[in-house]
């Protein structure tokens, strides 16, 4: 009978330190998290060797890291947005500034050549800021979810006399910069299964991309596919120093050019890729010997 008192009190001894030991890991552990509710980003540890607790600590390690990284991504987004913010700002605040520069200055002036010189400059400049207000619109439009451009209103358009129709709206431009676009195309009938005010957007997209930050002509192409769906390249020359990250080109709001020239708002790239895909499509770039090409991925007929 003694031995069995002494037995169930060695037990009871146990199981009271095995208690008073988890209870102060508790308490640490609370301590712990006090630390890192506060700011400190400690791992947290416990002095036991008990799995279940060791197990919820590396649990709650786990937790907090995932937080802590969602807060790192959370905190970069929001510098990226005022960053794209400030940015756009500028980009509006330029060509509203000209405007203003030169009306004033056609008003101030009396010599009619010179007058409607300037006011055709203001033109200009009013132009840019409409051509980047309907992409800023056209991203808000593209980013909802909920925006869709249903099979039904999609139809079979023929690409060369459609894509030649919106080199002609661009004719101006080229002449000035003394560009002749060749379309090369392996049959004059070919089709595209797209919506038609899209795909205008998507060519005119493209040609005003060259026109701003290409150093020669364009070249319009058609490749081969296993299927039998359809790519057509944009493709022309780009400056040997200009360097081009094909992974971010598509980003909105992202520029390869950094010397920001006028009439780039980092979304006409962007607004072409989500286009091609609400059509069931993609968009792709590469650069290749000096040539910068975008790829436009159409699916089946």
């Known amino acids: 009978m003694v031995v069995l008192v002494i037995g169930l009190c060695v037990v009871?001894?146990?199981?009271g330190a095995f208690y008073i030991r988890l209870c102060l890991d508790i308490r640490s552990l609370g301590g712990q998290l006090g630390e890192i509710e506060?700011?400190?980003h400690m791992e947290l540890a416990v002095n036991t060797?008990?799995?279940d607790l060791l197990a919820l600590c590396r649990r709650l390690n786990q937790v907090l890291q995932a937080r802590d990284q969602s807060h790192m991504q959370y905190e970069g987004a929001q510098k990226?947005?005022?960053q794209n913010i400030t940015s756009l700002a500028h980009d509006i605040?330029?060509?509203?500034?000209g405007a203003s520069g030169y009306v004033q200055l056609a008003g101030e002036c009396e010599e009619p050549e010179k007058r409607e010189h300037y006011l055709l400059a203001a033109e200009n400049r009013l132009g840019e800021l409409k051509d980047m207000l309907e992409k800023m619109f056209l991203y808000t439009k593209l980013a909802n979810e909920e925006y869709v451009i249903s099979r039904e209103n999609m139809r079979r358009i023929q690409v060369l006399p459609f894509l030649g129709e919106c080199l002609l709206s661009f004719y101006g431009e080229f002449e000035e910069r003394g560009i002749t676009p060749e379309v090369l195309l392996e049959s004059e009938g070919l089709q595209v299964l797209a919506e038609e005010e899209t795909l205008?957007?998507?060519?005119?997209?493209?040609i005003q991309n060259v026109l701003v930050h290409g150093v020669g002509g364009l070249t319009v192409t058609q490749r081969k596919t296993n299927g039998k769906g359809c790519i057509l390249a944009f493709e022309n020359p780009v400056s040997g120093d200009q360097a081009i990250d094909t992974e971010r080109l598509f980003e909105q709001f992202y520029k390869a050019d950094t010397a920001r020239r006028k009439g780039s708002s980092g979304l006409g790239l962007f607004i072409v890729r989500e286009m091609m895909r609400k059509m069931g499509g993609d968009a792709r770039a590469e650069?290749?010997?000096?040539?910068?090409r975008i790829l436009l991925v159409f699916g089946q007929i």
């Open 38 to 40: 506060r700011g400190s």
């Open 12 to 15: 009871c001894l146990g199981l």
């Open 287 to 292: 650069v290749e010997e000096g040539i910068f």
């Open 200 to 206: 205008g957007r998507i060519f005119r997209n493209l």
């Open 93 to 97: 605040r330029t060509p509203l500034t």
């Open 80 to 82: 990226s947005l005022k």
């Open 49 to 51: 060797r008990q799995r």
